[in-house]
């Protein structure tokens, strides 16, 4: 079977795969989120923290909701890696360096699981289950309250209030990411995917000799990992890592539950807000970006020129043999257009153009179909910036689910839109301009330009991946990437929720003839094209020095 004939097999059983769980699983956030009995365990957390899980919060109190969680989040996982040399289970491992540990911290709390140690040679089992395991549930969990947060501002009326934080994150936990990661880490298992708590023991090669291996619960924090959309990996080898990726089969599996909740997540939002059509739309956007993306990246890297290239059916160079082509290229747009960051291969390896096709997937926004929560909300936003933009065209108030986008909304979206660019390019041109990068890039010219953009697009981002030519473990990079993390994850929150309370507040405005039909194809293209001009326009010089002048070049 040729590569690409593989690649369009695999792309369309992942499709048929998704289509089947869409409904169920949407349908039953929908129903998580709205219902107001909590179950026997729910008021156990709820006694445990101390929270009220039945008042309802204005958008600032929500955000301080958000805030606290995360910012306590933070502080416990910076002291659990500076004290794991002295907890059991250490393996052996000492305590990890401040600067390593903060940037750790930030990285798992924000979601983006950006990671500059080796995961077998740094963390032990505790930090890693009790740590960076827990942590892939509740940041995930967070991600999706700010998003159906956004979507009650879009179905309430005459409130500003938006649900109860505390309510929402355990609901996503332990109704959503709880139950579908313990299915999905029975699948891993049964795929060949390791579960123990095995310590560092000799394994014997073929040519002779042994090597050192550790085992650790890497089916359980795999599935939550992938469902999540957190990415990171046990392992340094990532993805690509027999232990957590061993098979084809595994490979897809894994690529299914990057997609699954953000997939599922629009039809939670059609549910909600009444309108199944107006998820459907949104889902037409996100699916029709994803699968040009994919196509494309396959193209990029079938297109082989000379012997070498033809031999090996591509450019294999970075990539996994066991997955070829075609399942690295899958794997990496879905990783790089969800805020995943779990690698299959090494994108470093990959063509030119293909680089930048993981850059601009991340520089979307990762709204195709996006991280869990964060990429329904961030397509909302782009929603209500192509109504706005339709609005000014014909000379008519701009209206999206019977809610008036005026100044104030259009301030709070623009907000959005400009933060992660602010940082990814800000970032990027310091490190460029002070020269700190020298010693820790090991390609000069566009690659290694390419190379500082990616590390910051990525963290900025919340996705996590890497160019990994880029020695990003140093006091600069833990640093700047650990604060580029946390600005670009919650600082956007900070204005998605203010735009929900503004939402909310608002008397709904009765659909007439001339009222934009946001449901339909016209629509759906409208905000694809809103998305790829306004990250055009954004990126493009960044990119033309790095990527786009390698590709051209090669």
Known sequence: MSPALSGVLQLLA??????????????????????????RVERWIYKAIGADPTGEMSWPAYLRGVLAFSAVGVLFLYLLQRVQGVLPGSLGFSSIDPDQAFNTAASFVSNTNWQSYYGEQAMGHVV????????????????MAVAVALVRGFARAHTGELGNFWSDLVRGTVRVLLPVSVIGAIVLVACGVIQNFAGIHGVGQFPGGTQQWNGGAVASQEAVKHLGTNGGGYFNANSAHPFENPTPLSNLFEVFLILLIPFALTRTFGRMVGSLRQGYAILAAMATIWVVFTLLMMWT???HRGTAFEIAGGAMEGKETRFGISGSALFSVATTLTSTGAVNSFHSSNTGLGGGINLLGMQLGETAPGGVGSGLYGMLVMAVVAVFIAGLMVGRTPEYLGRKIGTRQITF????LLVTPALVLGFTAAAMALDTPGHSMTNSGAHGFSEILYAYTSGANNNGSAFAGLDADTQWFNTTIGIAMLLGRFLPMVFVLALAGSLAEQTPVPETAGTLRTHKPLFTGLLIGTILIITGLTYFPALALGPLAEGLAS
């Open 413 to 416: 979206a623009a907000c959005y």
């Open 128 to 143: 890693q289950t009790g740590g960076l395991a827990v942590q892939n549930f509740v940041s995930a969990a967070v991600g």
């Open 14 to 39: 992942l499709a048929a795969a998704l289509g089947l769980v869409y409904r169920p699983l949407g349908d039953h956030m929908a129903r998580t989120y709205s219902c107001d009995r909590h179950l």
């Open 301 to 303: 890297e079938l297109a």
